[in-house]
């Protein structure tokens, strides 16, 4: 059984920046990892996701060239360093494992198995 815990989010001013962690229990280091968030009143969407390996990444458009998706599977942890925050960027973020290593794209909510309870992200302007 996989336990995924999330923390690092916070309140920031827009053009900030935080980096989130998600701190795995039980083996994920053959899993590929992803984090969605989901927005007040808004579904949850994707925004990124790493392979097993780290080799292989993708992200949502509205977040890259901001955000950068890591891991380290020594730690079971992955990262979510986001940089140039927006206020649209306010979500609560979710981390995310599937069974499979790599990703898949689209990369949807069905294709995870796994899920945190998440953590608030809030970018004032």
């Known amino acids: 059984q996989v336990q995924l815990v999330e923390s690092g989010g916070g309140l920031v001013q827009a053009g900030g920046s935080l980096r989130l962690s998600c701190a795995a229990s039980?083996?994920?280091?053959?899993?590929?990892m992803g984090w969605f968030r989901q927005g007040p009143g808004k579904e949850r969407e994707f925004v990124a996701a790493i392979s097993w390996s780290g080799g292989s990444t993708y992200y949502a458009d509205s977040v890259k060239g901001r955000f950068t998706i890591s891991r380290d599977n020594a730690k079971n942890t992955v990262y979510l360093q986001m940089n140039s925050l927006k206020p649209e960027d306010t979500a609560v973020y979710y981390c995310?494992?599937?069974?499979?290593?790599?990703?898949?794209?689209?990369?949807?909510?069905?294709?995870?198995?796994?899920w945190g309870q998440g953590t608030q992200v809030t970018v004032s302007s």
């Open positions: 039980g083996r994920v280091s053959r899993s590929a």
């Open positions: 995310a494992a599937r069974y499979s290593g790599t990703i898949v794209v689209p990369p949807i909510t069905e294709n995870y198995n796994y």
